[in-house]
């Protein structure tokens, strides 16, 4: 059975950065290809990143290209998401999610059978 488990949110003024972090565990999770999502109050949950389980592709939405980035390391196994100059858009609970199968970008959240909890990021200005 995978587990997914974000940490690192908090507050953070405008400008700011900050690193996710979403630990995965159970069996063969290292060959999960892995996403972000996130979810902003009164919104729908809307996929933000991905990156292939062998970390060599990455898929952005245009809206955090420049100021996001998704890594992984497969040896813990650990997906990272990188957030720099944070904006009041930003806030939203942001999500870990994992799915088996071939490389590619998949901004549905049915495609993903794998989540974590969340965690808060908060942007003040």
């Known amino acids: 059975q995978v587990q997914l488990v974000e940490s690192g949110g908090g507050l953070v003024q405008v400008g700011g950065s900050l690193r996710l972090s979403c630990a995965a565990s159970g069996d063969n999770a290292s060959r999960l290809n892995m996403a972000w999502f996130r979810q902003a109050p009164g919104k729908n949950r809307e996929f933000v990143t991905g990156i292939g389980r062998s970390a060599g592709s990455t898929w952005y939405v245009d809206s955090v290209k420049g100021r996001f980035t998704i890594s992984r390391d497969n040896v813990k196994p650990t997906v990272y998401l990188q957030i720099n100059s944070l904006k009041p858009v930003d806030t939203a609970v942001y999500y870990c999610?994992?799915?088996?199968?071939?490389?590619?970008?998949?901004?549905?959240?049915?495609?993903?059978?794998?989540w974590g909890r969340g965690t808060q990021v908060t942007v003040s200005s």
């Open positions: 999610a994992g799915r088996w199968g071939l490389e590619g970008q998949l901004a549905s959240m049915g495609a993903y059978p794998y």
